[in-house]
C-alpha cells in the first residue's frame, strides 16, 4: 500500500518565532488576576444552575463577585502604566 503525502509547499509560511514577545507574556501576566477571579465567579454560579442557593453559596458568590470587581478595579488602574488597555 502507498502512503498518501502532500508533494506541495504550504501555502502560507509559519514564521520561525512563534514563541510570544515579552511584552505579550506581559499582558497575559497583568490579567491573570482577573481571570482566575471571572473563573471563580463562574464556578461559583455553575454550582447553582441546578439547586436552589443556600446561605453559604450565596455568600460564595458574593466574595467572588466582589473579587471581580476589585481586579477589574486593579487592572483598570495598571493600564495606563502599562500602555495597554484591559477590558
Known amino acids: 500500500m502507498k502512503s498518501i503525502v502532500a508533494r506541495h509547499v504550504g501555502?502560507?509560511?509559519l514564521p520561525a518565532d512563534l514563541e510570544p514577545t515579552a511584552a505579550e507574556?506581559?499582558?497575559v501576566e497583568a490579567?491573570?488576576?482577573?481571570v482566575l477571579a471571572e473563573v471563580e465567579l463562574l464556578d461559583?454560579?455553575?454550582?447553582?444552575?441546578?439547586?436552589?442557593a443556600s446561605q453559604f453559596e450565596?455568600?460564595?458568590?458574593?466574595h467572588a463577585y466582589r473579587r471581580v470587581l476589585a481586579a477589574r478595579v486593579e487592572a483598570a488602574n495598571l493600564a495606563p502604566a502599562a500602555g495597554g488597555a484591559v477590558a
Open 25 to 27: 507574556l506581559e499582558a
Open 31 to 34: 490579567e491573570m488576576p482577573l
Open 58 to 62: 450565596a455568600r460564595r458568590v458574593r
Open 11 to 13: 501555502v502560507t509560511r
Open 44 to 52: 461559583a454560579l455553575i454550582v447553582l444552575l441546578d439547586r436552589p
